[in-house]
């Protein structure tokens, strides 16, 4: 397929997707659904708001043709989507598409990693912020413990799917267990990447002095392992990455609080209900949905998509002050994943 490459006011390509299929999870993580907001009353997206998959690879395509090689499926928890290793087997079919991965909880990767490897999906992206039963209880809002999470790993390690961890560290809550999740990355052959908690959306109580920062974070590793960089394998690639010289295993960062990769993000946002979203840190999306369901081409979503991602200038991180984060409208991560 010969792609229309679109560039925007930064002369950014758009590379990455993201798609949101689903707005809820089998969490209440205070990172992105804490339960004094989505508690049992809350109301989520009915189905009907939601893109149904033959919509879901509609977009696909098109955004395929305009320069997207990755795509990658989040929630809310992606895996509570019904028939989701359908929507990965459409996916994962369309030419030109490079790679397909999902960010997931886990819990639910032992029923369905083996049938989602065979649907196409290439990795996964597994959170886990800590190896302590008890805090990671309190860090999900449920009180499971990491075994159903260490059973997912394994599960899709078996299934032979690429297996990364999220760890998202805030200071004062699981910034002691740092070297614990490296350790134990190392010792199973998993690249962890560590998050610096994020001012994403208006529920997760975010504040600097939460974070912990990746020179921080690369202070404590280098006491107990020794590190060299390895350099992006991609444009726009965001985490930066470094290698252990004694094993081939990778440990990442993801910076954008302390060090920002506005410069060179190629990431766009497709949310559950039709939205599409050119910053993580921009709640003001455009809607996709209701054009394409009241009869649009795919030549009129490619040049409404084209106008979208041309017309943006999105540089929240590099702009970020205490004053831009209280006053700026936001996307809440259930809603729109990472």
């Known amino acids: 397929m010969e792609k229309n490459i679109i560039k925007d006011k930064l002369n950014r390509p758009m590379h990455d997707l993201r798609i949101s299929v689903?707005?809820?999870?089998?969490?209440?993580?205070?990172?992105?659904?804490?339960?004094?907001?989505?508690?049992?009353?809350?109301?989520?997206?009915?189905?009907?708001?939601?893109?149904?998959?033959?919509?879901?690879?509609?977009?696909?395509?098109?955004?395929?043709?305009?320069?997207?090689?990755?795509?990658?499926?989040?929630?809310?928890?992606?895996?509570?989507?019904?028939?989701l290793p359908h929507l990965v087997e459409k996916l994962s079919a369309i030419k030109g598409l490079s790679d397909i991965?999902?960010?997931?909880?886990?819990?639910?990767?032992?029923?369905?990693?083996?049938?989602l490897k065979a649907a196409g999906l290439k990795r996964v992206n597994v959170s886990l912020d800590t190896l302590n039963d008890e805090l990671f209880g309190q860090i999900n809002g449920r009180g499971i413990g990491t075994a159903p999470v260490l059973e997912g790993i394994e599960a899709a390690k078996q299934a032979g799917l690429g297996v990364k961890i999220n760890m998202v560290v805030k200071k004062g809550l699981n910034d002691t267990e740092i070297i614990p999740m490296a350790k134990f990355c190392k010792e199973?052959?998993?690249?962890?990447?560590y998050i610096e908690f994020m001012d994403v959306g208006s529920t997760n109580g975010w504040k600097m002095d939460d974070v912990i920062t990746k020179r921080q974070i690369f202070h404590l590793l280098n006491e107990e392992f020794e590190l060299e960089p390895v350099g992006p394998a991609y444009f726009g690639e965001v985490a930066k990455l470094y290698k252990y010289k004694d094993k081939d295993v990778n440990v990442g960062f993801i910076t954008s609080v302390s060090e920002s990769f506005c410069s060179s993000c190629t990431r766009s946002r497709l949310s559950a209900n039709g939205q599409i979203f050119t910053c993580l840190f921009n709640g003001n999306g455009h809607d996709i949905r209701n054009f394409m369901r009241n009869g649009a081409t795919d030549e009129q979503l490619v040049e409404r998509i084209t106008a979208i991602w041309n017309g943006r200038d999105d540089r929240y991180s590099d702009e970020r002050t205490a004053e831009t984060n209280k006053n700026r409208k936001k996307i809440e991560m259930s809603y729109i994943g990472g």
Do not use: H, W
């Open 22 to 83: 689903i707005d809820r999870c089998n969490f209440r993580c205070q990172y992105c659904m804490p339960a004094e907001k989505f508690g049992p009353d809350f109301e989520f997206l009915p189905r009907s708001a939601l893109l149904t998959y033959e919509e879901i690879e509609r977009l696909g395509k098109i955004f395929v043709r305009l320069g997207v090689e990755k795509i990658r499926l989040t929630g809310g928890e992606p895996l509570l989507r019904k028939d």
């Open 188 to 193: 199973q052959g998993l690249e962890l990447r």
């Open 101 to 115: 991965g999902l960010t997931t909880n886990g819990v639910l990767l032992p029923k369905l990693a083996n049938e």
